[in-house]
C-alpha cells in the first residue's frame, strides 16, 4: 500500500532486528503506533544516542561509552590474567561469579567458517597485539599478560575459535588455559549428557 | 553497568516491543551496534516518521497518512457494506482474497474483559456513528450502510465482540452477517477439530 508509506517503512526497518520477521514487525509497528507511540519515540531516542555515544574499549574491545571501559581502567584489579570471551553478555556471566579479579578480552562473535567469519572479522589481531602489549614503564620485551584464559563457549564455534587462539600463542611465553569442562553443580549423572561426563572423568582431580 | 548508560537505555526502550525480553533485547541491542549501525539510524528515522505521519482514517479508523484512507476514498467500492475486522492485518487479509467490494471498519482491537479493554477502549461509539451516518446528498434518515458483515476472528474475545456489536445494532434496520463458521478449504475432516465439524454441520447448504 503506497499510502502507508511510512507504517511500510517502519516494518521494513523492525525486520533488520535480529529474530524479527514480517508478522512480528506488523505486529511491534501496530502496537507502537496504536498504544505506545511514547515507546516508539523513546526507542528512536535510544537508538539515535546509542549509536553516537557507544564505541570499543581500545584494551578489551567491548562496549563502552569511553575510550577505555570501567573494567579495563580499575586499577584493582589482576593485569596480569586476561579472560577472552565472545561477547559482552559472556562477560557479564563471568563478572557475576565474582570468582575472576582479571581483565578481558571480548571478541564481539567467534571463528565460524560457515557463516564466513574469519579471524579478520572478530579483530584476533587485536587481541594478539593486547596479549603482547608491555605493561606500562616496564622493559618492552616484558608482556603484562602472563596468562590468557580462553572463556569461548563450548559450542563447535567457540571451540574452534578457543583453538586457533591456543595455537597462535603457543611459544609466545603466555600461560593459555581452558575454562574446565565437567559436569555442572546441581545436576544428576543420569541427566548429564555423556560427552561431558567423559570429560569430567578425564579432568577429573 | 552505569558507565554503558545509553546502550541501557537502548535495551529498555527495546524491550517495549511486544514479545521482546530482557535476553531478546540485549541480543537486538548487541547486533545493531556491532553489525547494523545503519540499520539502528534507519529504524530511529522510520519510528520518528511514522509517529509523526500515521493517523487513523476519520471513516473506517484504520491507519493512513490521510484523513480518508484510500480504500474508504475509493468510488468504485460499494458503500453499502461495512466489514468490521479486528485489525489492519486483518483487513488486509480480506482484501488478499478478492472477494469483497465493500469498504471496511476497523476497530483496532476486541473486547477483553480480562485485559481490561471494554467498548470504550476499541471505539464501538465511533463504529455505530459511522454505521448511522446518512449517504452524502441524501435524506438524514436514509443510513448508507444497508449490511453490516461481522469478520472478527473466531477467537474467545472476536465471538464476544461481534457478539455485542450485532447485540446493539438490533432493530436499526441494518442487516448484520458474520462470516460462515466451516471446514477450511484443503483440510481432511479427519484432522478438523469437532466444533468446526458441528457448526458447519448446522450451516450446511
Partial sequence: MAENQSLDLLVQALRRLPGVGVKSAQRMAFHLLQHDRPGALQLAKALQLATEQVQHCVLCHTFTEHDICTTCSDARRDRSQLCVVENPADQAAMERTGAYKGLYFVLMG?????????????????????????????DDAVPEVKEVILATNFTAEGETTAHVIAQALKGSGVQVTRLARGVPVGSELEYVDLGTIAHALVDRR
Fill in 110 to 138: 567467534k571463528l565460524s567458517p560457515l557463516d564466513d567469519v574469519g579471524p579478520h572479522d572478530i579483530g584476533l589481531q587485536k587481541l594478539f597485539d593486547r596479549i603482547r602489549a608491555p605493561a606500562q614503564g616496564a
